[in-house]
């Protein structure tokens, strides 16, 4: 008797996840659109499903994962044994590679009844040359970009950028290069003249030295002249000075902590005082950590300078005081940049917000 309970047991326990397992049913589920050419627009597929619940079903919404892939269906009853379709377009500007979105369905209670995948391989169109150079820099010359970001420049390592220029007129360009900005640590190397059609790159490198490195900010900014004129095209390179990487073998190093990244004056009134806020710089590393570089943007002082040391399990407290009647009214809003001799994170940025008023 006991062994007739459990086999039917298990057997309602059985019916019961296959009829929980049925509802509205896509066969198949799955679609792949195989390769196809971007330059021929979206596309689109039709998925037939079946209501197998044994009662009536409505559709709420299709969600997707991306806006490339538009879903279209009914949302009338679906009675049980009924068939009803979702269509789906697949968008592939943009989007060269390979691909795979999928679809969930969901029913009038906001269950989840059923999920959709489509896929496949985008084949690039080509692109104009006002795609692959989108910046207009005047006198027919367009460029790739005007902006080369270093995270950071190491003391005694090389790093290189390019600014990527087509000669899109019918004529030879004449180019010069004029600074605005300078670091004196780029090289740049450019054509005085480039050719009709002609593609090619400016190229830049910076060396930060290893005898005496630069530590902080390291900027250039050099205004484009073509053929004498400027459109006011202006390629800017940056990046932070900071010590030589160490050997990844050496343990002896130091590790910055700091107790704050963010620092609220509040509201203070335009007539007040001096106004001073601390927070704490620590060092939980083996080594002795050094202070290397200090700057901010003139709001607010600070009594942290470069040179400050912090022994292993040290700490230093730092004032930063505001002058409220040096300031605009309204929201002000400084970063202080600090760099220091930490291998791992040599550079942190602490936020400085206060509101003037009269």
Same mark, same amino acid.
């Given at each position: ?173 004449? +180019?010069?290069?004029?600074?605005? @900005?300078? %670091?004196?640590?780029?090289? !740049? #190397? ?6 009709? =059609? /002609? ?74 005082? +001096?106004?001073?806020?601390?927070? @704490?710089? %620590?060092?939980?590393?083996? !080594? #002795? ?6 700057? =901010? /943007? ?61």
């Amino acid at each position: 008797m006991r062994k007739i309970s459990i086999s039917f047991i298990l057997l309602l326990l059985c019916s019961t996840i296959a009829y929980a397992q049925d509802g509205l049913v896509f066969e198949p589920a799955v679609w792949d659109f195989g390769e196809i050419r971007e330059a021929d627009g979206p596309v689109s597929h039709t998925f037939t499903g079946e209501n197998r619940s044994g009662k009536p079903l409505v559709i709420l919404d299709v969600v997707t994962s991306c806006g490339c892939t538009v879903p279209r269906f009914s949302k009338q009853p679906i009675l049980s044994g009924g068939k009803t379709e979702i269509t789906v377009t697949y968008d592939p500007t943009n989007r060269p590679g390979v691909f795979s979105k999928e679809l969930t369905v969901y029913s009038s209670d906001r269950k989840k009844i059923a999920t959709l995948t489509v896929h496949g391989t985008v084949t690039p169109r080509p692109k104009s040359i006002e795609e692959l150079y989108p910046i207009d820099a005047g006198g027919g010359l367009r460029l790739t970009t005007t902006l080369n970001a270093f995270a950071y420049i190491h003391a005694g390592h090389p790093v290189q950028g390019a600014f990527g220029y087509a000669n899109t007129s019918d004529r030879t360009i004449r +180019l010069e290069l004029r600074p605005q @900005t300078t %670091s004196g640590l780029l090289h !740049a #190397e450019a054509p005085t003249t480039i050719e009709p =059609g /002609e593609r090619g790159s400016i190229n830049i490198s910076y060396l930060n030295p290893t005898e005496q490195p630069h530590y902080g900010t390291i900027k250039d900014a050099l205004e484009l002249f073509v053929n004498g004129r400027t459109n006011g095209t202006t390629l800017v390179s940056h990046g932070i000075g900071v010590d030589p990487a160490p050997d990844i073998d050496e343990k002896q190093l130091p590790k910055s902590e700091y107790s704050k990244n963010i620092l609220k004056f509040g509201v203070v009134k335009h007539t007040e005082s +001096l106004q001073r806020l601390s927070f @704490t710089l %620590s060092n939980t590393g083996s !080594a #002795e950590l050094v202070v290397r570089a200090v700057e =901010g /943007e003139g709001h607010v002082a600070t009594t942290l300078a470069p040179g400050t040391r912090v022994a292993p399990g040290g700490s230093f407290q730092i004032e930063v005081m505001l002058d409220p009647g040096a300031q605009e009214y309204g929201v002000m809003s400084e970063h202080l940049l600090i760099v220091t001799n930490d291998p791992v994170r040599p550079m942190r940025r602490i936020r400085v917000t206060a509101i003037i008023e009269e």
